[in-house]
């Protein structure tokens, strides 16, 4: 049981570039969802889903997209890659009803 | 609009000493959670109160859910290095999915 996996784990980017941040779990969970953690903000919610082909905007969603095709993968997309989203990228899962998060070891993401 | 505020951001101990990290709102929660977080990894539930007054224990950690569920502390007693991480508290004030995270408190214990 893997439990929720990420990759890449680092990913250096240009302005401009687009790239797909991958995020899969093993727990048949139906939530998933996607954040950034930047140095004194705390984690903040990108994109979320409830089930698959349900997605909806978190607090930050500008510049981002995803998509829920299986319950098992929620990968996040950037289309052109800006400064501003330098960060570290969480994907977590849970299941209806049960408020535990559970959270990918992170993706590293720097975009000069 | 930051809904929950942890406080202290950061806290420098030495090892055998307590201390207590708190988290504020001015919004009620149905249950609030607690996170801990090391460097490189993702966050880990530690507990979750749900009850107004509610108080947990988990070794030496202490968890209280204050009465009117809009703030909550994590007490530790006699804090080890192994304690060191980023501490979280997120709840969800509206019915539905999202949950709002707090800044995090990040306790370094030197031994």
């Known amino acids: 049981n893997a439990g929720v996996t990420q990759t890449p784990k680092f990913q250096v980017l240009k302005t401009g570039q687009s790239m797909t941040l991958q995020c899969a779990q093993d727990?048949?969970?139906?939530?998933m969802s996607w954040y950034r953690q930047d140095p004194g903000m705390g984690l903040r919610l990108i994109h979320y889903s409830v089930g698959a082909g349900i997605t909806d905007q978190g607090e930050v969603p500008n510049g981002y997209n995803v998509s829920r095709s299986t319950t098992e993968d929620f990968p996040l997309r950037l289309l052109s890659a800006a400064p501003s989203q330098t960060s570290v990228y969480f994907c977590?899962?849970?299941?209806?009803?049960?408020?535990?998060?559970?959270f990918g070891p992170g993706t590293r993401l720097l975009v000069l | 609009t930051q809904l929950l505020e942890q406080s202290p951001q950061f806290l420098s101990i030495q090892e055998g000493e307590n201390l207590t990290v708190y988290c504020n709102s001015s919004?009620?929660?149905?249950?609030l959670q607690w996170y801990r977080q090391e460097p490189g990894e993702g966050p880990v539930l530690l507990v979750t109160v749900v009850t107004g007054g509610e108080v947990k224990k988990l070794k030496r950690l202490t968890f209280q859910f204050g009465d009117a569920r809009k703030d909550s502390s994590l007490h530790i007693t006699a804090a080890q290095p192994g304690d060191t991480g980023l501490y979280l508290c997120a709840g969800n004030p509206n019915s539905g999915y999202a949950l709002n995270f707090g800044k995090g408190t990040s306790l370094l214990v030197t031994p």
């Open positions: 977590a899962s849970s299941s209806p009803g049960i408020e535990t998060q559970y």
């Open positions: 919004s009620v929660f149905s249950s």
């Open positions: 727990m048949n969970h139906e939530y």
